[in-house]
Structures are given as structure tokens and as C-alpha cells.
């Protein structure tokens, strides 16, 4: 295979597995038009990493050019639309075609002067930076007059890119829900949830803001489970994490923490207002459910390093309310 065809792959192992990597390979192997890689290193700065033989085969033998910035390749007079194009693109993080006439410097010294139809396709790491651009360019000239089918197939592939670009997307979203939701619940799962937690401790003590975090489980859940079965608990769980996103603050964490224990954090929150809301969510769900739930809260206090400290100290109170009777609240005083 060309032997700039690994230099690209190299590139393209330091991209965005689930996108980069799969839209550009697969474009570079099968799409017979001039295709280049340009690196992004500012608002106005893209430097030349790779192209295509089909590119190569225009321009001449282009290793002199990779590494150097753009403007090795574009006249000065025509180059700063080029930028703006490449600019816009790494702007929206969306693909973009356009149409333009310029010319390309030829290594022979010469200029290689067309009409160009162009499309390019930003590349994202994993922080979702974009860090490449894409590009493929056709030169109208050079087809023939009577077919008039190259447009709609630049057309039709322009928009091959635009789905799989969106079906990208979409598999990564759902994957980034996946590795941070409970299965079941819909909630935040525990690794997740212990994550922002600490980022809220943080900005707490940070800000000298007020915290609780509660711990609840359901009162008699193992009961239920033998009585009932598995399906019947899984779905006292589903009904729980319902009543407690219905309930909850925008900006209040909530998570499964194991079994029917759930977290539920409240950043900017006193020990009265955290009492006032889970007494609220005990009632609502003993009034519209055959479920009952003991609550222990704990607040932020000045020796709390890490967020474990208040899951332990509300572990311990929402023992105490199992003990003391269940369907009940405990809180320090």
C-alpha cells in the first residue's frame, strides 16, 4: 500500500476511535478523490499532515510538504479564504462543502489553477477538541460535460458523510450514558455519581457553601424480593428513581449506590432544607406507592476530606432509622 497511507495512519491513531478513525480510514481507502489531512494549531493556523496518491498525483510528490502550514500550498491572495472555510468547520465541529475557484502552488514552481468543490470534515480526540480536519476537493473542470452526474455524486456522498457522521454521534452519546448511568434505574451509577460528588465537595468548600448528601434505601426490599421475585424488586427500584428525579433540584446528584441504596447529593443545601425535602419524598412515595423508605442525612462539616466521610456518617443514621422503626428520617443534630 502507498507508503502515505501509513504515515496517515499514524495520524490517525492519536484521533477519536469511535469517529475519527473509522470516517477518515474508510474515506481514504475507497473515495477516489483528492484527499488531504490538515493539523489544527490555532484559530488561523492549519499545518499539512498527509495526502492522497489522487492528491499527490495533482500536486507532485508531496513529502516536501508535509509539516509545513498551509500557506505553502495556497497563493497568499486566495489563502485567507481557504482559512476562513477550514475556520468555520472547526468551528461548528460539522462537516462543510463549498465551491470556489483557486489556485495551488505546484512544486515545479508552477500554480495549479480549478474550480474546486470541497468538503471537509472535522476530527475530534476524546476531550472533543477538533484537532484535524479532513478534506476532500474535486476539481469541475475535469468533468466531462455530458455526464453531469459528478456534482450529485459528490452530493450523495456529501450527505453519506453528514449520517454517518450523526450515526457517530449518536453511538458515542450512548455510550457515554452507558458508562455513567445504572442500567436500571436510569440514574447515575456509583463510580460516576462518587466522581462528581467529589468535584462537588470541592466547589463547596472551595465556595464555603452548604452540602447533604442522604442515603435511602427501601424498607423490607428483601422481603420483596422473596415474595414477589426479582422482577417485582426491579421494578420497586424503577419506581423509587422515579419518584426521586420527579422530586429532586436540577442540580441535585442522584445515583444507585448498590442494591436499593441510592445517593442523592445536594450542593447549596442546609440540614433544614435537606429534612424538608426527603420528608417530602418519604410522603410522596408512601401516597402513591406501596413502598416505604428510611432516610439518613448527612451535611458537609469542616473535617470532611473526601465524600466518603458523609456517606459513612449517613450510612450509620439511615441504620439508625431502620432500627428505630424504618419509613422514618434521621439526621445529626
Same mark, same amino acid.
Given at each position: 500500500?502507498?507508503?502515505?497511507?501509513?504515515?496517515?495512519?499514524?495520524?490517525?491513531?492519536?484521533?477519536?476511535?469511535?469517529?475519527?478513525?473509522?470516517?477518515?480510514?474508510?474515506?481514504?481507502?475507497?473515495?477516489?478523490?483528492?484527499?488531504?489531512?490538515?493539523?489544527?494549531?490555532?484559530?488561523?493556523?492549519?499545518?499539512?499532515?498527509?495526502?492522497?496518491? !489522487?492528491?499527490?498525483?495533482?500536486?507532485?510528490?508531496?513529502?516536501?510538504?508535509?509539516?509545513?502550514?498551509?500557506?505553502?500550498?495556497?497563493? +497568499?491572495?486566495?489563502?485567507?479564504?481557504?482559512?476562513?472555510?477550514?475556520?468555520?468547520?472547526?468551528?461548528?465541529?460539522?462537516?462543510?462543502?463549498?465551491?470556489?475557484?483557486?489556485?495551488?502552488?505546484?512544486?515545479?514552481?508552477?500554480?495549479?489553477?480549478?474550480?474546486?468543490?470541497?468538503?471537509?470534515?472535522?476530527?475530534?480526540?476524546?476531550?472533543?477538541?477538533?484537532?484535524?480536519?479532513?478534506?476532500?476537493?474535486?476539481?469541475? +473542470?475535469?468533468?466531462?460535460?455530458?455526464?453531469?452526474?459528478?456534482?450529485?455524486?459528490?452530493?450523495?456522498?456529501?450527505?453519506?458523510?453528514?449520517?454517518?457522521? #450523526?450515526?457517530?454521534?449518536? +453511538?458515542?452519546?450512548?455510550?457515554?450514558?452507558?458508562?455513567?448511568?445504572?442500567?436500571?434505574?436510569?440514574?447515575?451509577?456509583? /463510580?460516576?455519581?462518587?466522581?462528581?460528588?467529589?468535584?462537588?465537595?470541592?466547589?463547596?468548600?472551595?465556595?464555603?457553601?452548604?452540602?447533604?448528601?442522604?442515603?435511602?434505601?427501601?424498607?423490607?426490599?428483601?422481603?420483596?424480593?422473596?415474595?414477589?421475585?426479582?422482577?417485582?424488586?426491579?421494578?420497586?427500584?424503577?419506581?423509587?428513581?422515579?419518584?426521586?428525579?420527579?422530586?429532586?433540584?436540577?442540580?441535585?446528584?442522584?445515583?444507585?449506590? %448498590?442494591?436499593?441504596?441510592?445517593?442523592?447529593?445536594?450542593?447549596?443545601?442546609?440540614?433544614? %432544607? +435537606?429534612?424538608?425535602?426527603?420528608?417530602?419524598?418519604?410522603? !410522596?412515595?408512601?401516597?402513591?406507592?406501596?413502598?416505604?423508605?428510611?432516610?439518613?442525612?448527612?451535611?458537609?462539616?469542616? %473535617?470532611?476530606?473526601?465524600?466518603?466521610?458523609?456517606?459513612?456518617? #449517613?450510612?450509620?443514621?439511615?441504620?439508625?432509622?431502620?432500627?428505630? %422503626? /424504618?419509613?422514618?428520617?434521621?439526621?445529626?443534630?
Amino acid at each position: 500500500m502507498h507508503k502515505t497511507f501509513w504515515m496517515t495512519s499514524d495520524i490517525l491513531s492519536q484521533l477519536n476511535p469511535n469517529a475519527g478513525m473509522l470516517l477518515v480510514r474508510s474515506l481514504w481507502e475507497y473515495c477516489p478523490e483528492q484527499m488531504f489531512i490538515l493539523r489544527v494549531e490555532g484559530p488561523s493556523e492549519f499545518v499539512i499532515e498527509a495526502m492522497n496518491p !489522487t492528491r499527490q498525483a495533482v500536486l507532485g510528490e508531496s513529502a516536501a510538504l508535509i509539516g509545513k502550514p498551509i500557506e505553502q500550498l495556497v497563493p +497568499a491572495s486566495e489563502c485567507q479564504g481557504v482559512v476562513a472555510h477550514l475556520r468555520r468547520c472547526v468551528e461548528t465541529r460539522s462537516p462543510l462543502s463549498y465551491e470556489e475557484s483557486c489556485g495551488y502552488h505546484e512544486l515545479n514552481g508552477g500554480s495549479l489553477h480549478a474550480h474546486w468543490q470541497t468538503l471537509l470534515i472535522p476530527i475530534s480526540n476524546q476531550e472533543g477538541v477538533v484537532t484535524h480536519v479532513f478534506g476532500i476537493s474535486r476539481d469541475l +473542470a475535469l468533468m466531462s460535460p455530458g455526464v453531469g452526474s459528478g456534482g450529485s455524486q459528490f452530493c450523495e456522498l456529501e450527505q453519506r458523510v453528514h449520517e454517518r457522521t #450523526a450515526e457517530l454521534l449518536a +453511538a458515542n452519546e450512548r455510550l457515554t450514558y452507558l458508562a455513567s448511568h445504572d442500567h436500571l434505574t436510569g440514574t447515575y451509577n456509583r /463510580r460516576y455519581l462518587l466522581e462528581m460528588a467529589e468535584l462537588e465537595l470541592r466547589r463547596a468548600f472551595r465556595y464555603q457553601q452548604p452540602m447533604c448528601l442522604l442515603m435511602l434505601d427501601i424498607d423490607y426490599f428483601k422481603e420483596l424480593n422473596d415474595t414477589h421475585g426479582h422482577l417485582e424488586g426491579d421494578e420497586a427500584l424503577r419506581c423509587l428513581a422515579r419518584t426521586i428525579m420527579a422530586t429532586v433540584r436540577e442540580c441535585d446528584l442522584v445515583g444507585r449506590y %448498590g442494591g436499593d441504596e441510592f445517593l442523592i447529593l445536594m450542593p447549596e443545601t442546609t440540614a433544614s %432544607g +435537606a429534612q424538608e425535602f426527603a420528608e417530602r419524598l418519604r410522603i !410522596t412515595l408512601s401516597q402513591t406507592t406501596r413502598l416505604t423508605i428510611s432516610i439518613g442525612i448527612a451535611c458537609l462539616e469542616p %473535617g470532611d476530606d473526601l465524600v466518603v466521610d458523609l456517606i459513612d456518617r #449517613a450510612d450509620s443514621l439511615l441504620l439508625q432509622a431502620k432500627r428505630n %422503626g /424504618r419509613n422514618r428520617i434521621e439526621y445529626a443534630a
